[in-house]
């Protein structure tokens, strides 16, 4: 039976993709006077329709696939806070540093020591939506943290 032209358009609209990706295996929780940790990360819209991301939650794990810590995703490149929306046109990409929430606790969760460093590992899980309820995840193995400053003041206290 031959092709209509709706089954061409059905074959192109399927192999459109949106893509993201953390690029640095390491999250950098340095910005206290907002309570955020950065990672950075690419969002790839490879489809002929724009999307509006409008949340997301990055996850913790340690090797054994354990949640350890979940965040709020503030801003891409800027701390924007919880009215967090990155539009994306059609066939476009932002590339940046997605901005996390980040606290004391968090540094104490993940047995971070005083210089805000631990010989640990962790998988990232970067899971972010979009206005038509569509979810898209990113996962990287062997991911650092690295604190520093007042987010460490419990680690201290602790120690």
Known sequence: MPAMRSDFDNFYRSKETFEVKILDNTLHAVHIDKGCADLQVTFRNLTSKPVTLTWGTPYIKNKNGIELSRHNVYGLDEYVGADFTLY????????????????????????????????????????????????????????????????????????
Do not use: C
């Open 88 to 159: 994306l046109s059609p066939h476009s990409e932002k590339f940046g540093y997605l901005y996390v929430g980040f606290s004391s606790s968090t540094s104490v969760r993940l047995d971070l020591d005083e210089d805000g460093i631990t010989e640990q590992t962790f998988t990232f899980e970067l899971v972010i939506g979009d206005t038509m309820d569509s979810q898209y995840t990113a996962t990287v193995k062997n991911s650092r943290v690295f604190a520093q400053g007042d987010f460490l003041w419990k680690v201290r206290l602790k120690s």
